[in-house]
Structure formats: structure tokens, C-alpha cells
């Protein structure tokens, strides 16, 4: 079993920064290829971003490509999402998911959730 813990969400004005943090606990975390997912009201869990296990390879939605960077600390068990230049159309609930697999943009290919943390974009 792996344990997911996100931090770091808030209220945020439109234009402005935040970083997440993913804790991991239980398995080995450099085994596991990360990612970020987030879901807004209403709608689907949708892709955000996603790192292999050595933190050489990131991938990322297009919706955040050049604004969101991801990156990960094996020594420490961490993932980082750090936010750039946020907009109103990011406020969801934003969870770290962790796999065993190569498929990183697929829900369905990750094994282990976290319980999520809100950001809100104010415009």
C-alpha cells in the first residue's frame, strides 16, 4: 500500500502562484510514476500532470503546459506541482495518484489516491 497525502491548496487571486505537495508513505516511492489530476464541480477527474520515477520524464496537459511544473523528490517522498500564472478555469480539487504502470494520462492505470486538496482561483 502506498498513502497519499496533498497540501498547499487555498484561495488564490487570478495571476497568482501556488505549489502542492504529494507525501507519500508505505512502498518504495521511487518505484512509482506520479501524477496530478484535478476535478472542478460538475465535471469529470481530469489529467494534470504527470512524472516517471526518476523525475527525468514529465508530461503535462495542454491546458497547463508552460504555467504548471512538476517535479518530485525521491529522497524526501514528495511530488511538488508548482502553479504558475493561475486562472479562474483551474479551482477544482486537485489529488496525487501514484502507478506502477507507464500510462500516465490515464485514470484508470493509477493505483493509489489521495483524498485531494481545493484550489480556488478568484478572478
Known amino acids: 500500500q502506498v498513502q497519499l497525502v496533498e497540501s498547499g491548496g487555498g484561495l488564490v487571486q487570478a495571476g497568482g502562484s501556488l505549489r502542492l505537495s504529494c507525501a507519500a508513505s508505505?512502498?518504495?516511492?521511487?518505484?512509482?510514476?506520479m501524477g496530478w489530476f484535478r476535478q472542478a464541480p460538475g465535471k469529470e477527474r481530469e489529467f494534470v500532470a504527470a512524472?516517471?520515477?526518476?523525475?527525468?520524464?514529465?508530461y503535462y496537459a495542454d491546458s497547463v503546459k508552460g504555467r504548471f511544473t512538476i517535479s518530485r523528490d525521491n529522497r524526501e517522498n514528495t511530488m511538488y506541482l508548482q502553479m504558475n500564472s493561475l486562472k479562474p478555469e483551474d479551482t477544482a480539487v486537485y489529488y496525487c495518484?501514484?502507478?506502477?504502470?507507464?500510462?500516465?494520462?490515464?485514470?484508470?492505470?493509477?493505483?493509489?489516491w489521495g483524498r485531494g486538496t481545493q484550489v480556488t482561483v478568484s478572478s
Open positions: 495518484a501514484a502507478q506502477m504502470g507507464s500510462n500516465w494520462s490515464d485514470f484508470y492505470e493509477y493505483d493509489y
Open positions: 508505505g512502498r518504495t516511492f521511487s518505484n512509482y510514476a
Open positions: 512524472i516517471s520515477r526518476s523525475g527525468r520524464s514529465k
